[in-house]
């Protein structure tokens, strides 16, 4: 750990390093100092956020950001035993994987998520656009986050969409995954409410839709 | 006497120039639609592919053919398998290898003992019989850093690599051996050059210092043991900074994404290696004809002077959706401006 740098940037060279003993360091020299803050708004989250951004502008790879997420993750549960604090009582929220048997980028944004306090429900990996909208309706979900690797697969969302309307369901779909982010396009193509271009951004991006205070 | 397709893409691979830029559009898909085929009995069926090849050469006028079939296929040697959909590419099915034992027990997989390896070979010696040497016949192959995202799924191998990296270690070295005999066996079959897919090499993807201590002398190793003509592409991931290293591994070719400068790795590569690129399939399937005219002369214009490039689409494989009057715009502006010599000028 280098001594002067604040909490959040250690924390960032640790998790860049998957070290969890240089992780642990700097939570418990941060407990030391006694702040009364809270150890994840305060250091985990924007340690993420951070990486998150060095990711988008090219400066990280995929592999970076995922370890580090794990590494927060277990860090979360097996060595500090608490509890994140949950935000307010929210909206139902809910996540799947279409079609694709790479879950890399949903486990990312369900991590992103549940650090900065949303309950998120995993759903794995859907085959069926229209079983999915129709399962959004039945649980009455608000925003349904739908990720996918294959660009065949990320116009299938359009039937999700087109599914919810036909229902009249208010949910509203949020997109991620390669082709999203290399076709910019795409997400307004297929009737998406929103896209996130890095999984640490998905909680902001839920704030704004679900009009809760971070 | 004409100059042959053969003839214009070993320029290119010698760094030199021809009568004009040599490209291919890896039109895996379009065939099966070409033919009214589902791709599911277009890939089952090696007549088929062989017919749709020709078609789409008599089509486009490109500079080769492909005998290679899709990616799912490679993880069917490791026990997975091909999900076939009507409209786009096979998905490959759930990561075969989830198991630690199973790696630990896993052994270098035989390709001709594959069903669909074979058909591709199969197509290969077919096309090879039908064209000679006058239209080069291409293929392909995932790199051994690239295919665990097969057999594990990408979560499941960053996860090994955090804590069991040994496994992960012990899986490349088999990958290395089976990339070697897939290579060698389309060799064989009448291919005449192999790009091998890793975009695990990208720096978008994977740690650059991985890459460098494991990624390179493992790509190096595969280059070496393969019997003829590899060029290496990270399929539309960013090279950025690791070009540098992918130059030192002596590959006769090297792709880079439409995210790269093309022109910058352009002067890289000039008189070195020949570069291969310049095309994005995923905008082309909303291009219109002048679209697909200005997209290629930028990419000709960028990396065309002095001979040494091959255009094409930079993932491998061309979308479904992509319109075959769009394929046929870009050969035709291939035609019309890729003649050389080609000056720097921009469009």
Redesign the interface.
């Known amino acids: 750990m280098k001594m002067g740098m604040v909490p959040s940037r250690q924390a960032e060279q640790a998790l860049l390093d998957?070290d969890i003993t240089a992780l642990r360091a700097v939570l418990a020299q941060f407990h030391l100092v006694g702040s009364g803050l809270d150890p994840f708004e305060t250091v985990l989250t924007p340690a993420l956020e951070s990486i998150g951004r060095s990711w988008e502008a090219?400066e990280?790879?995929?592999?970076?950001v995922?370890?580090a997420s794990?590494?927060a993750e277990r860090l979360i549960e097996e060595d500090l035993g608490v509890q994140i604090p949950l935000r307010r009582p929210h909206p139902p929220i809910a996540m799947a994987v279409l079609?694709?048997?790479?879950?890399?980028g949903k486990?990312l944004v369900l991590a992103s998520a549940r650090l900065a306090g949303w309950t998120v429900a995993d759903w794995g990996v859907a085959s069926d656009p229209q079983e999915l909208a129709r399962r959004a309706h039945r649980e009455q979900v608000a925003v349904l986050m739908v990720s996918t690797l294959?660009?065949?697969?990320a116009?299938r969302v359009a039937g999700v969409v087109e599914t919810l309307r036909a229902l009249g369901a208010d949910t509203r779909v949020v997109v991620g995954g390669a082709?999203f982010r290399?076709?910019p396009?795409?997400c307004a193509q297929v009737g998406a409410a929103g896209t996130a271009a890095t999984a640490s951004a998905v909680p902001a991006l839920l704030s704004g839709m679900l009009a809760v205070a971070p | 006497m004409s100059v042959t397709a053969g003839e214009r893409l070993g320029a290119a691979l010698a760094c030199r120039e021809a009568d004009r830029v040599p490209f291919f559009l890896p039109v895996t898909l379009h065939p099966a639609k070409h033919l009214g085929l589902t791709p599911e009995a277009y890939f089952r069926e090696p007549a088929a592919v062989v017919e749709g090849q020709l078609r789409m050469l008599d089509l486009l006028g490109h500079d080769a053919v492909t005998s290679f079939l899709h990616v799912s296929a490679e993880a069917e040697a490791f026990g997975g398998e091909s999900r076939f959909v009507a409209d786009g590419p096979p998905n490959a099915g759930a990561p075969p290898l989830a198991e630690a034992a199973q790696l630990e027990r896993l052994t270098v997989p035989d390709p001709l003992a594959v069903p669909a390896l074979a058909r591709s070979l199969a197509v290969a010696r077919e096309l090879k019989a039908r064209l000679g040497d006058r239209v080069p016949v291409l293929s392909g192959l995932t790199g051994p850093l690239s295919l665990p995202v097969l057999q594990l799924g990408f979560e499941r191998y960053l996860d090994l690599l955090m804590d069991a990296p040994q496994l992960v270690q012990r899986l490349w070295r088999i990958n290395e051996a089976f990339c070697i005999a897939w290579g060698n066996a389309q060799l064989a079959a009448g291919v005449a050059a192999l790009v091998i897919f890793e975009p695990l090499a990208s720096p978008a993807l994977m740690a650059p210092e991985r890459v460098r201590g494991h990624g390179l002398p493992a790509l190096r190793r595969v280059r070496e043991g393969i019997r003829g003509t590899t060029l290496l592409t990270t399929a539309s991931t960013p090279v950025g900074s690791a070009l540098a290293g992918f130059l030192e591994l002596g590959f006769d070719g090297v792709g880079v994404s439409c995210a790269d400068s093309l022109a910058d790795a352009k002067a890289r590569c000039q008189g070195r290696t020949a570069l291969l690129g310049g095309l994005d399939g995923l905008a082309m399937a909303h291009w219109t004809p002048a679209e697909a005219e200005a997209a290629v002369r930028g990419a000709l214009a960028a990396a065309g002077p002095g001979g040494g490039f091959i255009l094409t689409e930079h993932h491998g494989e061309i979308p479904w959706t992509v319109p075959e009057a769009t394929l046929q715009a870009v050969a035709e502006a291939v035609r019309r401006w890729g003649r050389q010599p080609i000056s720097g000028a921009e469009p």
Request: charged content about 30%.
């Open positions: 998957v090219g990280l790879a995929l592999a970076q995922y370890m794990r590494l079609e694709d048997y790479h879950l890399l486990r294959m660009e065949r697969s116009r082709p290399l076709d396009s795409l």
